[in-house]
């Protein structure tokens, strides 16, 4: 099953509402709706969207809400469209942080060529930050340690996560190899560690990859990203 996307709408205007429902619908991105900042802060502090579309000008601080999105942790790389109303300008929405504008009234052509383009830049980013669970073996070299096994818990394009504690000498730069299912060679990286939990888990950052094995986990993430059912989407 294919990873449904997920889009958040900022609005009290009923017409845009049924408008870009629909719309969505047909584009297969399910629709969460609030209608105020209040309430949209919360939704984004504990979900993760591929899309938020806000209404600029008819929800009160609906430009600081985009301007905060893009300053914030949490959807900051989310794409975003500004709903405009004759009040905010194409340029102003563009400088705060949108990606895409759509104009009151909006119609449902606009709104499908808009969202037909911002398709590719959901799925790039979907692909960026979505973290496939995987248990296998990664061999690292680190400090004094050569090829050492260790269990890996997910991966992604930019990174991977470590099933064990991290260690006193955990730091650093560090050398990887490993192999995917599927995949018929092994692939190599260059990385740094950068995070650990209380629940036993490393953070590696990849700093260098080879082309080749660069393509190989990308082609092999899209791929389990086309066949995740949605709970696996965005899993650190």
């Given at each position: 099953m294919a990873v449904m996307l997920k889009a958040l709408l900022v609005t009290r205007d009923q017409e845009v509402l049924r408008v870009l429902r629909r719309v969505l619908e047909t584009v297969t991105i399910e629709l969460e709706t609030v209608t105020s900042t209040d309430a949209a802060r919360q939704t984004i502090e504990r979900r993760k969207f591929d899309?938020?579309?806000?209404?600029?000008?008819?929800?009160?601080?609906?430009?600081?809400?985009?301007?905060?999105?893009?300053?914030?942790?949490?959807?900051?790389?989310?794409?975003?469209?500004?709903?405009?109303?004759?009040?905010?300008?194409?340029?102003?929405?563009?400088?705060?942080?949108?990606?895409?504008?759509?104009?009151?009234?909006?119609?449902?052509?606009?709104?499908?060529?808009?969202?037909?383009?911002?398709?590719?830049?959901?799925?790039?980013?979907?692909?960026?930050?979505?973290?496939?669970?995987?248990?296998?073996?990664?061999?690292?070299?680190?400090?004094?340690?050569?090829?050492?096994?260790?269990?890996?818990?997910?991966?992604?394009?930019?990174?991977?996560?470590?099933?064990?504690?991290?260690?006193?000498d955990m730091q650093g730069q560090v050398s990887m190899r490993f192999e995917l299912p599927g995949c018929n060679r092994s692939l190599e990286a260059k990385g740094e560690f950068v995070w650990s939990t209380d629940t036993g888990h490393v953070g590696v950052r990849f700093t260098t990859i080879p082309p080749l094995s660069k393509s190989e986990l990308d082609s092999w993430l899209a791929r389990q990203l086309d066949l995740a059912p949605p709970a696996l989407a965005g899993v650190r």
């Open positions: 899309a938020i579309l806000i209404d600029c000008d008819d929800v009160q601080s609906g430009c600081d809400l985009i301007r905060e999105l893009r300053k914030g942790k949490s959807n900051a790389k989310s794409i975003v469209f500004a709903i405009t109303n004759r009040v905010t300008s194409v340029n102003e929405a563009f400088s705060i942080g949108a990606n895409f504008v759509l104009d009151k009234p909006v119609s449902a052509d606009r709104a499908a060529r808009s969202l037909r383009a911002a398709h590719g830049l959901i799925l790039r980013e979907r692909r960026r930050y979505h973290r496939h669970p995987l248990q296998t073996t990664v061999r690292l070299t680190y400090g004094s340690l050569r090829d050492v096994p260790v269990p890996m818990s997910n991966i992604s394009e930019g990174g991977l996560a470590l099933a064990t504690s991290r260690t006193s």
